[in-house]
């Protein structure tokens, strides 16, 4: 997988120090593989080839399991998000009401798929599941910035914004 | 432990509370149909297939983990049961690749025995496993879209071999198992050995088979074509044949190599011999020194891949002395070539190894001494059967032959190399009578037989004690090797194989897991195999094989000399 840099997660060495010390802080605890996943993910924004094999490394156990853990749970990633990272609300109220159509839009406008990053680092997709607003499903989120009852027509008005 | 009384379609039985529903069944003489199932191995319940009724629980329940209990009342073949299990089947044999014909695995199946016990229809379903083939590493070929997700490899791999090369990983109906970052097993951490390979139920998992090119150099006549059989080979070639196990086939197994028309079949055997000279030259003087003990074998290529990744600061104590495929290789493209007057460009050296690692070992760049690769071709004895049955040779009828002489005389010592234990007994038979300098009668040490995870032994060698350990399996030879590093144990001397029980259980044999569910101890029938062949040879000792003399004498100068080192030695790098 090439790894992709934006402004905001090189890996520079001051971050990869804080890596070091989240791996110490964990090591001896019971479980720990997944609370630094997340400490991690938060720090570089997204969790790299040469992240994972830090925290394999410090925890003792195999790249392999690290990347399973990463792959299975959708709140980890392993791509750098863009500058605004679109996630699409794919639980059942929003489902029904045709997020998947809002999906397919933004993924046919932007050329990346849902957990992907625009070559030019500024979008990002992500499938989310319920994001807890059903009453204006189907829901969009930029960022912080909440769309609701989306319907395909609104995608490429709503990009524009950020453009 | 105690008891508890259970009733089993409608058997009463009195079973150990620490048993499983599938266990305690066994008993009353049924058969639970598993997959992911493994015995100490693999205990998941995630494929369903072993379902049953229990009374009072809430659905069907995966027989494999559910524990017995005092009064429990279990159904197994009621009709509701049986089609939960076919569905379950169905399901999964419809995201499987179903080109059983062309399949390595065709007839020697878990899930098409399955599916034909249960008597599967056409598969409704429709699957969306693509093609997903994985051939760059050395020996294994992964295809995932034959994979039915029980996690056995990974079992095997992470919990057995402490290497952890695959995992799990995506989810739902994205699951699949990989290496890291979808690399190819080639290019992770994968040491070869193959235990994934020999607990897949299906053709997710095989042997990256070498026969077509060993026919191609058979079948060209300017190749001088020498084959060498490693010891574990006649342990378990036999069984594929309905041969007894517990007897080596060494006979048949040399008089089939050379119908299918080798021009000259050789013994690793002589190669082990070999071995034991120079490893035990090394160990004497590293015993002298005192530097670089612990000495550890390097026989294991499995052993030697995962030194290189996990332990590179041990690596100045593994023994320099190649392993035997790869010293005879050596010795064939160097001594014999000149004693025949064969152009060593001509010699095309085939290996049979129980051992899919072995294919990798032949690939490193500097096994090369001669200017040749010292090997040209690694089958393994699944291969090996495959071509003797592609030949039409009736195996089970043939009498037995010897191998080529001069050079296929070997040690009953390096017949042992086969199995958790040998090599260090074959070491050590020479070194004693070396630093003694007289012959010793006691030669069978049963410190180092048998079963245990860890074997340890404190021998008393010329006035000097000496501490030696045998490890097999790479979880427990990383738990040794840890207390090595840390400087928490003092042996002199470490024998490491990198599969349980040795060569004899190495990821190139004939498959073990439907011998073992049958109740049959495949790992004590292979060894006793080898100890009989053992006490059966005339020479015991590997420095008393009188090949192995000559060709000192006449080549090498002596064990531990330039020319030796040059040939015989290699060297290993950090990974």
Not at chain 1, 89 to 116: H, N, P, S
Not at chain 2, 406 to 415: D, I, K, L, Q, V
């Amino acid at each position: 997988m090439a790894e992709k840099k934006c402004c905001c997660c090189e890996l520079n060495s001051e971050k990869l120090k804080r890596l070091d010390q989240i791996i110490e802080e964990h090591k001896t605890m019971e479980g720990a593989l997944i609370p630094v996943l997340h400490e991690a993910q938060e720090l570089f924004g997204y969790l790299p080839e040469q992240v994972q094999q830090k925290i394999a490394t410090g925890l003792g156990c195999s790249l392999a399991e690290v990347f399973g853990v990463a792959t299975f749970y959708s709140r980890f990633t392993l791509e750098p998000k863009g500058k605004y990272n679109i996630q699409v609300c794919l639980g059942t109220a929003c489902y029904v009401k045709g997020a998947d159509k809002v999906l397919e839009k933004l993924e046919q406008l932007l050329g990346i798929k849902a957990g992907q990053t625009t070559e030019d680092g500024k979008f990002s997709i992500q499938d989310t599941r319920c994001v807890g607003a059903c009453g204006l499903a189907p829901v969009m989120v930029i960022n912080d910035e909440v769309y609701g009852k989306m319907t395909p027509d609104m995608v490429e008005g709503i990009l524009a914004k950020y453009n | 432990m105690g008891k508890v009384n259970i009733t089993i379609d409608g058997v009463n039985i009195e079973a150990e509370d620490n048993l499983t529903v599938l266990e305690a069944a066994k008993q009353a003489n049924i058969d639970i149909p598993t997959l992911c199932y493994l015995k100490k191995i693999n205990k998941i319940g995630a494929c369903r297939i072993c379902l049953v009724e229990v009374k009072g629980a809430r659905g069907l329940q995966a027989a494999c983990s559910y524990p017995v209990s005092e009064g429990l009342v279990v159904r197994t073949n009621t009709k509701e049961i049986m089609d939960a299990r076919r569905s379950t089947l169905e399901l999964i044999l419809s995201n499987h690749k179903k080109n059983c014909l062309s399949c390595s695995r065709n007839t020697d199946c878990e899930l098409q025995a399955l599916a034909d016990r249960m008597g599967v229809g056409d598969v409704v379903y429709e699957g969306t496993a693509e093609d997903e083939i994985d051939d760059l590493s050395t020996s294994i070929v992964r295809d995932n879209s034959k994979c039915v997700l029980c996690r056995r490899c990974v079992a095997v791999c992470k919990n057995v071999q402490t290497v952890g090369a695959i995992d799990v990983a995506y989810r739902g109906m994205n699951s699949k198992i990989t290496p890291a970052f979808n690399k190819s097993l080639g290019e992770s951490n994968c040491i070869n050995c193959g235990q994934c390979v020999a607990v897949c139920p299906v053709g997710a998992l095989t042997i990256k088979y070498n026969i077509d090119r060993v026919w191609d150099a058979i079948n060209n006549e300017e190749m001088h074509v020498v084959v060498q059989t490693a010891p574990a080979v006649r342990a378990a070639l036999g069984e594929e044949f309905g041969l007894p196990m517990g007897e080596a086939v060494t006979g048949k197994m040399v008089a089939a190599l050379r119908r299918m028309g080798f021009d000259k079949v050789f013994d690793t055997n002589t190669g082990a011999d070999f071995t034991i000279m120079e490893e035990g030259t090394e160990f004497i003087e590293r015993l002298k020194s005192g530097k670089n003990l612990p000495l550890i074998t390097s026989c294991s290529p499995g052993w030697v891949k995962f030194a290189e990744h996990n332990f590179p600061e041990l690596i100045p104590n593994l023994s320099s002395a190649k392993s035997p495929m790869s010293m005879y290789g050596a010795l064939l493209k160097s001594y014999y070539a000149k004693k025949n007057n064969i152009d060593p460009s001509k010699i095309f050296v085939v290996a049979v190894m129980p051992c899919t690692a072995k294919k990798f070992e032949c690939e490193r760049p500097e096994l090369s001494a001669t200017g040749y690769p010292d090997i040209d071709a690694v089958i393994t004895t699944v291969e090996l059967a495959k071509m003797i049955k592609q030949s039409g040779i009736m195996f089970e009828n043939l009498e037995d032959e010897m191998f080529d002489e001069p050079f296929g005389e070997a040690s009953g010592a390096a017949t042992i190399f086969g199995t958790s234990g040998g090599v260090m007994e074959a070491a050590i038979r020479t070194v004693t009578e070396v630093l003694e300098n007289k012959s010793i009668d006691k030669i069978e040490y049963e410190e180092v037989r048998g079963n245990e995870t860890i074997k340890e032994a404190e021998l008393s060698i010329a006035g000097q004690k000496v501490k030696i350990a045998v490890v097999s399996g790479l979880g427990n030879a990383r738990k040794l090797m840890e207390l090595v590093r840390d400087g928490k144990v003092d042996y002199q001397f470490i024998e490491v194989m990198a599969c349980p029980g040795g060569c004899i259980m190495g990821g190139g044999q004939p498959r073990k897991i439907v011998k073992e569910k049958a109740g049959i101890d495949v790992r004590g029938e292979r060894r006793k195999a080898l100890y009989n062949e053992d006490k059966r040879l005339p020479h015991r000792k590997s420095h008393q094989n009188p090949y192995v003399k000559q060709v000192y004498e006449e080549y090498l100068e002596k064990p531990g000399s330039e020319k030796a080192h040059h040939l015989l030695h290699t060297h290993y790098t950090e990974r």
